[in-house]
């Protein structure tokens, strides 16, 4: 690793050897409260203090680069609704639903954003818009200004693979928005994960800002094993994104993926933790649960409860203060 590029990660805090508060990130904005993605939701997770807010990125037909946690818009629009619409649906695998390449921008921004979880309200079904990534960067530029915060943006690259089969460059879109926004500079509070490694490969050639590798079990027969191994994961990336059942067993305790990370410098966040649905066997509330793997060394959390996490963060920093 250059040395501009440890520069830039001792700026943010994400060396392991040095001791930085743990971050809090806005999964999807406030989703636990609003639909996600939209800016409602993601100025909600800001006003409720979170370090960095979560944009899930996918792009349209006329290549525009727009926040929506998959690469379909059943679940999260209003797009069913829609008559014109109803000969869009088309069939990808197993899934029959509309896609978002087959709709412009303009066509995007005619459809509204819905709760995507069941047992979440539906009151703001159908009020608010579905953002560009631009718009989302207008939006934490203004909300820094008002708060005289630093606020961060950990925007995912949803299925690359897909897009450059549809002749889309996501890696250049992206870069472009952020060049576009001052934002593609060493020091500055931008993240850009993804799940797809061939992605941050090319990214770790065109940018300094720091690259997660999002991992998962490798199987459901090895849930404390990552489906990419660490080793390789370091020599282009900074960090990983790691699914809970990777970093603690059923009995609460490590599993060990932290140390291992931390040894190769690799920073660990952890997703996704929700008020509303935590593991009740081996937790007494969510809350507990989240101090529980703060405890065990995540250096950020992905939470759809900005507020709560933010809480059980100032707390646990606030006795490890004082304990040291
Ligand atoms: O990006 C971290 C976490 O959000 C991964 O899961 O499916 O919610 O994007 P997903
Ligand atoms: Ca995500």
């Not at 069941?118 to 934490?140: A, C, K, M, N, W």
């Not at 059942?245 to 190769?264: C, F, K, Y």
């Not at 405890?295 to 646990?316: E, L, M, N």
Request: glycine share 8%; no cysteine; proline share 6%.
């Amino acid at each position: 690793m250059d040395l501009s590029k440890v520069l830039g990660l001792i700026i943010l805090g994400f060396v392991p050897f040095i001791h930085a508060d743990p971050i809090v990130i806005a999964h999807r904005g406030a989703s636990g409260y609003l639909p996600e993605h939209t800016l409602a939701a993601y100025e909600r997770a800001i006003d409720q203090g979170a370090d960095y807010i979560e944009p899930d990125l996918v792009i349209t037909r006329d290549g525009e680069v727009v926040a929506r946690h998959d690469i379909y818009l059943s679940t999260t629009t209003t797009v069913a609704q829609v008559p014109a619409f109803r000969s869009r649906k088309k069939r990808i695998g197993d899934r029959l639903d509309w896609y978002v390449e087959d709709f412009t921008l303009a066509e995007i921004k005619s459809l509204k954003a819905r709760q995507a979880f069941p047992g979440r309200s539906g009151e703001y079904d159908g009020r608010f818009d579905i953002p560009t990534f631009q718009e989302v960067i207008d939006l934490v530029q203004r909300k820094q200004i008002e708060t005289g915060r630093k606020i961060g943006i950990y925007p995912e690259t949803k299925a690359p693979s897909h897009f450059e089969s549809l002749g889309f460059d996501f890696a250049e879109l992206l870069i472009a928005v952020l060049e576009k926004n001052n934002l593609n500079e060493l020091g500055k509070p931008v993240l850009i994960q993804s799940f797809e490694p061939e992605i941050l490969k090319r990214l770790s050639g065109m940018t300094q800002l720091p690259l997660v590798m999002l991992v998962r079990p490798a199987s459901p027969d090895a849930l404390h094993t990552p489906n990419i191994e660490l080793d390789q994961i370091a020599r282009f990336a900074d960090g990983i994104g790691a699914m809970k059942p990777l970093l603690m067993d059923v009995h609460g305790e490590s599993t060990g993926l932290i140390e291992r990370a931390h040894e190769l410098g690799l920073f660990v966040h952890a997703w996704t933790f929700r008020d509303d649905a935590y593991p009740a066997e081996i937790f007494d509330s969510a809350k507990h649960e989240v101090r529980h793997f703060l405890a065990i060394g995540i250096d950020g959390f992905f939470t759809d409860f900005p507020d709560s996490g933010v809480k059980v963060r100032d707390q646990f920093v606030e006795a490890n203060r004082i304990g040291r």
